[in-house]
């Protein structure tokens, strides 16, 4: 069942929901937490088909906030709420409204919102685009226990995750950290099976996904060790390679959907990987309200330091092609300063030895 109301208020949309409820037989029970999702027109379908989905293991009010904003002068000083309520099949499991702000009102959405919260219940807020700055201190943000940002919206996904560990707040956490669980929990059952010390890693995955710098970040946090991240093709994630004594344990994806995970003395096994949906990815963001430590360990390691173990991935610059080795050494050489004509002290002639990167951590 559908209802639209026109330039309406919180309390008409209360009685909307109520009425809503008795024409289908159904009472406002068993919901177990209201789920506010601000976003734009465009992206308001696929989001709320997510949350849809994601309703069926955790039954909520879905509460979505778009934020219409008119370039006319005029249109924007008439402030107006439209809604439009959903209950029943139309709706998920629990209910739905659609909240379209104009005017004024943009500025108020919390005022909005707040009236429609369900009581003694659990608040998610959830930005699929154009998240902000500080969640934590958003108006909407304060309002919740949990705040979800998909970091692989942005522009600048790198320069967007240091914001994010800049701003952090318990509470606060990214769809990017959501798409890499199952590679964490496969890396950790197979250092779990052989008692090895793993000295570098390597994190292979198409250039600016965030997902692949938090992998890396979180590889080089627990287990102490430089990590690189490095590019490919895609899809997503594709590779982690793990250096130890004994041999390289690799956990390779190179088609988004089957992984083959190789460790010496060990046959080779199929693990099943396979990328998820947005839908997937809120469900499991919604099973847990507590802060994330882990989260804020791996966010806090910092982009800057895993740019000294070979840097964040970035995509090569369109229509530049990579360089031979013969290329490379002409452009090395000819970037080799010339012999004095005098005669120098011995440590000036010869440059100092580059310390590898594991060298490097071992220093610090």
Known sequence: MKIDLTDTTASKINNALVQGRRAIGTPAIGMVLTLVIVTDEEHAYDALKAANEASREHPSRKLVVIKRVSRSPRDRAQARLDAEVRVGTSAGTG????????????????????????????????????????????????????????????????????????????????????????????????????????????????????????????????????????????????????????????????????????????????????????????????????????YESALKYGVERLAEAGGPAVAPAAGAPPKSPEAAKTSEAASEPSEPSEPSEPSESKPAPKKSASKKAADK
């Open 95 to 294: 209910e739905t409204v659609v909240l379209r702000l104009y005017g004024e009102v943009i500025d108020h959405a919390q005022s909005v919102v707040l009236p429609l919260l369900l009581p003694d219940a659990p608040v998610v807020v959830w930005w699929p685009v154009n998240s902000p700055l500080h969640p934590a201190k958003d108006p909407l943000g304060v309002l919740a226990q949990r705040r979800v940002t998909d970091t692989y919206a942005a522009e600048d996904p790198v320069s967007e995750l240091a914001a994010r560990a800049a701003n952090y707040a318990p509470g606060d956490t990214d769809l990017a950290w959501t798409r890499i669980t199952p590679w964490r929990s496969m890396l950790a059952a197979a250092l779990d099976q052989q008692a090895v010390e793993v000295t570098a890693a390597e994190v292979e995955g198409e250039g600016y996904n965030p997902s692949g710098e938090l992998l890396a970040m979180w590889l080089a946090d627990r287990l102490g060790v430089p990590a690189r991240r490095t590019v490919s093709d895609g899809p997503g994630l594709t590779a982690v390679r793990l250096e130890t004594k004994d041999g390289t344990i690799t956990l390779d994806r190179p088609d988004g959907s089957l992984a083959k995970l190789s460790m010496k003395g060990q046959p080779d096994r199929a693990v099943a990987l396979k990328r998820r949906e947005t839908a997937e990815l809120l469900a499991e963001e919604l099973r847990r309200l507590d802060p994330d430590t882990i």
